[in-house]
């Protein structure tokens, strides 16, 4: 009988088999609706997801042309700020050079004023007095140098003006060049897409940057930027306005203080030619005098000199009848006569030598007098000299420099203006 071999493994029932078929029916069944959920969830997922992020970088693309925007308006802003500001420092350095020429212009006056000055120490004796030329010169050398001081504090307030300006001027600049790289970064990260060949992932992308700001620190650091700006334009604008104002004063008042000085000059000259004139006739007539007084005392000489052979004939008749004989030397009328006209003749010399010593300290006090005036007559020659050298100095003060002729000789110290007649008459008989 032959014998059927079974291989030795595990054997399972039936109601496993259809259980195990079943399981698997049902599993697949499970499994199949799990995956068709996900996969319905993924498509709606992806679709959300899709929708959000185009969305979202449609937003952001938004928030940087708006971002943008902002900063360019801001850009424009300072633009105009320091366009306005860079006018300013121009105007303001040219009123600064205009202070500045018109400080240099003041030494011409101060050196004339110190010229004059010094000129009319010159003068001589009593002609050396305190007079108004003098104290109005003295003023004018106060008044340019207090115009000078007021025009270097308005230089040097300036100078620190300007300062300011250019330190709001970088302030600016810096603000705009930040304004400026920021408008190139945000441009070029609004033209990106996602088929731009320079984009990839970074590390910490999210991360906040040191030092960030927030949008209202951004705001408000541009904010006093300008108004910064505008308040130093607005304190340099008032300060050009009080430089013009300092010029046009410091001129005025030194126009006034030279038009001051200049009339004494020319009241001093006239007061100096009247009493020059009266010297002249004073000495014209004590010449004459002295002319007069002369030939007088020649006349009394003469006198007494025919009053002396008066007396000798005198004498000699009476010393001659002395020799009378005997009784004829008799003291009659003759003899009476005689000794009379002796008598009368000594008082008459003694009288007119008497006169003839007044006539000669007359004459010497004349002649000292007609020095004391000749040397006054010097005295004011030379001190008119000397204020019309001071007024031919002082047309430098009106006409400019390159075309001012001096009048005067330094040298021989004499004056080249065309005088009157009746002065160069005077200066002649000087």
């Given at each position: 009988m032959t014998t059927v071999s079974v291989k030795p493994s595990q054997?399972?029932?039936?109601?496993?088999?259809?259980?195990?078929?079943y399981l698997l029916s049902t599993n697949a069944e499970r499994q199949?609706?799990?995956?068709?959920?996900?996969r319905q969830?993924?498509?709606?997922l992806s679709n959300e997801t899709n929708n959000q992020t185009v969305w979202d970088e449609h937003d952001n693309r938004t928030r940087l042309a708006e971002r943008i925007d902002s900063v360019n308006r801001w850009k424009e802003t300072l633009d105009k700020s320091l366009t306005d500001l860079d006018a300013e420092i121009d105007a303001l350095m040219q009123m600064k050079e205009s202070a500045e020429q018109n400080l240099q212009a003041k030494n011409l006056p101060l050196d004339v004023a110190?010229?004059?000055?010094?000129?009319?120490d010159s003068r001589r004796d009593i002609d050396v007095v305190t007079d108004p030329v003098e104290d109005e010169l003295h003023k004018e050398v106060e008044v340019i140098e207090a115009t000078k001081k007021a025009l270097q504090r308005k230089i040097s307030q300036a100078f620190e003006q300007l300062c300011l300006l250019q330190e709001v001027r970088q302030q600016l600049n810096s603000d705009h060049r930040g304004k400026m790289e920021t408008l190139d970064i945000d441009r070029g990260c609004?033209?990106?897409?996602?088929?731009?060949?320079?984009?990839?992932?970074?590390?910490?992308?999210?991360?906040?940057?040191?030092?960030?700001s927030t949008l209202q620190e951004w705001d408000t650091f541009s904010q006093f930027n300008k108004n910064r700006a505008e308040a130093e334009m607005r304190a340099a604008m008032m300060l050009r306005e009080a430089i013009a104002l300092t010029i046009a004063e410091t001129n005025n008042e030194l126009e006034a203080q030279r038009v001051a000085s200049e009339f004494a000059f020319r009241k001093r000259l006239r007061e100096s030619e009247k009493v020059y004139s009266e010297l002249?006739?004073?000495?014209?007539?004590?010449?004459e005098e002295i002319a007069q007084l002369q030939e007088d005392i020649r006349h009394l000489e003469e006198d007494i000199r025919r009053k002396f052979l008066n007396l000798k004939l005198t004498h000699t008749r009476l010393e001659s009848r002395t020799y009378r004989p005997n009784v004829e030397l008799c003291r009659d009328q003759a003899q009476y006569g005689l000794t009379d006209e002796v008598h009368q003749l000594e008082a008459t010399i003694t009288a007119l030598k008497q006169k003839l010593a007044q006539a000669q300290d007359a004459l010497d006090a004349l002649y000292k007098h007609l020095a004391r005036l000749q040397a006054d007559i010097a005295c004011k020659t030379n001190s008119m000299l000397l204020d019309t050298?001071?007024?031919d100095t002082r047309r430098k003060l009106m006409v400019p420099a390159e075309k001012f002729v001096p009048e005067v000789d330094t040298f021989t110290r004499t004056t080249n203006r065309t005088l009157s007649p009746i002065k160069c008459r005077q200066l002649e008989l000087a």
């Amino acid at each position: 009988m032959t014998t059927v071999s079974v291989k030795p493994s595990q054997r399972f029932r039936l109601p496993d088999w259809h259980t195990n078929s079943y399981l698997l029916s049902t599993n697949a069944e499970r499994q199949r609706e799990a995956s068709h959920q996900i996969r319905q969830e993924a498509r709606t997922l992806s679709n959300e997801t899709n929708n959000q992020t185009v969305w979202d970088e449609h937003d952001n693309r938004t928030r940087l042309a708006e971002r943008i925007d902002s900063v360019n308006r801001w850009k424009e802003t300072l633009d105009k700020s320091l366009t306005d500001l860079d006018a300013e420092i121009d105007a303001l350095m040219q009123m600064k050079e205009s202070a500045e020429q018109n400080l240099q212009a003041k030494n011409l006056p101060l050196d004339v004023a110190i010229e004059c000055l010094t000129l009319r120490d010159s003068r001589r004796d009593i002609d050396v007095v305190t007079d108004p030329v003098e104290d109005e010169l003295h003023k004018e050398v106060e008044v340019i140098e207090a115009t000078k001081k007021a025009l270097q504090r308005k230089i040097s307030q300036a100078f620190e003006q300007l300062c300011l300006l250019q330190e709001v001027r970088q302030q600016l600049n810096s603000d705009h060049r930040g304004k400026m790289e920021t408008l190139d970064i945000d441009r070029g990260c609004l033209s990106l897409n996602l088929n731009s060949p320079n984009i990839s992932l970074k590390v910490n992308p999210t991360r906040i940057p040191k030092d960030s700001s927030t949008l209202q620190e951004w705001d408000t650091f541009s904010q006093f930027n300008k108004n910064r700006a505008e308040a130093e334009m607005r304190a340099a604008m008032m300060l050009r306005e009080a430089i013009a104002l300092t010029i046009a004063e410091t001129n005025n008042e030194l126009e006034a203080q030279r038009v001051a000085s200049e009339f004494a000059f020319r009241k001093r000259l006239r007061e100096s030619e009247k009493v020059y004139s009266e010297l002249k006739w004073q000495e014209k007539n004590t010449l004459e005098e002295i002319a007069q007084l002369q030939e007088d005392i020649r006349h009394l000489e003469e006198d007494i000199r025919r009053k002396f052979l008066n007396l000798k004939l005198t004498h000699t008749r009476l010393e001659s009848r002395t020799y009378r004989p005997n009784v004829e030397l008799c003291r009659d009328q003759a003899q009476y006569g005689l000794t009379d006209e002796v008598h009368q003749l000594e008082a008459t010399i003694t009288a007119l030598k008497q006169k003839l010593a007044q006539a000669q300290d007359a004459l010497d006090a004349l002649y000292k007098h007609l020095a004391r005036l000749q040397a006054d007559i010097a005295c004011k020659t030379n001190s008119m000299l000397l204020d019309t050298k001071c007024l031919d100095t002082r047309r430098k003060l009106m006409v400019p420099a390159e075309k001012f002729v001096p009048e005067v000789d330094t040298f021989t110290r004499t004056t080249n203006r065309t005088l009157s007649p009746i002065k160069c008459r005077q200066l002649e008989l000087a």
